[in-house]
């Protein structure tokens, strides 16, 4: 797997019939070793090791209904109150970040009004914060630490 802009960690893979899965420490259970779950795990632990966020307040793939229709969120973070405040979308690495993507995670966020939106391929992040009140969102240059999402 290619190496991304993320801080290495201590990977757990495993294989079975010639096929890779990677430990996922949010759902506890090995997943299928794809290009989007290699930039997952990564982003995963960095926001736990680097900048926090605790683990019993992410979830991985949040299903939710939208327009009638079964979506999945690749991460979400909680508050202590256990409200939404943090959506993550991942690509894999040769997949651009590109409006379309935004788009996407803009979708599921008219359904969990977070205030944050995240979007990485392992090698570019973005991060903006969405401000309700004015209808106005601004990208933000760091990944902000669980602290400093002013979070209950």
Not at 13 to 35: E, G, H, N, S, W
Not at 41 to 65: D, R, T
Request: charged residues 25%; hydrophobic residues 35%.
């Amino acid at each position: 797997m290619l190496e991304l802009n993320l801080p290495p960690y201590d990977k757990k893979i495993t294989k079975k019939d010639d096929k890779a899965f990677i430990l996922d420490v949010i759902r506890r259970q090995y997943v299928a070793l794809t290009p989007e779950e290699w930039v997952r795990q990564h982003f995963v632990h960095f926001l736990i090791e680097h900048k926090g966020y605790p683990q019993s307040l992410m979830a991985n793939e949040v299903q939710l209904k939208l327009n009638g229709m079964s979506r999945r969120c690749d991460t979400v973070v909680y508050d202590r109150t256990l409200r939404p405040r943090v959506i993550i979308e991942y690509k894999a690495p040769s997949v651009s970040i590109t409006q379309k993507v935004f788009e996407q995670i803009c979708r599921y966020n008219m359904v969990l009004q977070v205030d944050y939106l995240i979007v990485s391929n392992g090698l570019a992040h973005y991060c903006c914060r969405i401000d309700y009140p004015t209808r106005s969102y601004t990208f933000i240059n760091e990944i902000p630490s669980y602290e400093e999402l002013q979070l209950p």
